[in-house]
C-alpha cells in the first residue's frame, strides 16, 4: 500500500508543479512542502536544469522499491519532462 501512496504523491508533485507551469509560462525555481507525508524524513526534489528540463524524485528510495523495480514490479519514484504546460493568459 505504501507504494501506491507514494505514486499518489508524486502524482499529486507533478500535477502542483504543472498547474503553476501553466499559470506563468515557465517551470517554477522552487516547490513549496517537499516533505514527504508517506516516508518521514524523506523529502521531494525538485529541479530545473538549464536545458529546462523539469525533475521531481524521491530523495531516498525505499529498500522495498529497489527490489520491486528489480523484479518489474514497480517503476523509478521519479519524473522529468522539458514540455511546458501550454500557457493559459486567462489565469493570470
Given at each position: 500500500?505504501?507504494?501506491?501512496m507514494?505514486d499518489?504523491?508524486l502524482?499529486?508533485?507533478?500535477?502542483?508543479?504543472?498547474?503553476?507551469?501553466?499559470?506563468?509560462?515557465?517551470?517554477?525555481?522552487?516547490?513549496?512542502?517537499?516533505?514527504?507525508?508517506?516516508c518521514?524524513?524523506?523529502?521531494?526534489?525538485?529541479q530545473?536544469?538549464?536545458?529546462?528540463?523539469?525533475?521531481?524524485s524521491?530523495?531516498?528510495?525505499?529498500?522495498?522499491?529497489?527490489?520491486r523495480?528489480?523484479?518489474?514490479?514497480?517503476?523509478?519514484?521519479?519524473?522529468?519532462?522539458?514540455?511546458?504546460?501550454?500557457?493559459?493568459?486567462?489565469?493570470?
Amino acid at each position: 500500500a505504501t507504494h501506491y501512496m507514494l505514486d499518489l504523491e508524486l502524482t499529486q508533485k507533478i500535477l502542483e508543479v504543472k498547474a503553476l507551469a501553466a499559470k506563468t509560462g515557465k517551470w517554477p525555481q522552487s516547490l513549496p512542502n517537499m516533505e514527504s507525508e508517506i516516508c518521514p524524513g524523506v523529502e521531494w526534489v525538485y529541479q530545473v536544469s538549464p536545458d529546462g528540463t523539469m525533475s521531481i524524485s524521491l530523495s531516498e528510495q525505499p529498500e522495498w522499491l529497489t527490489e520491486r523495480i528489480e523484479n518489474q514490479n514497480a517503476l523509478p519514484l521519479t519524473y522529468n519532462t522539458r514540455r511546458i504546460p501550454d500557457y493559459d493568459q486567462s489565469l493570470n
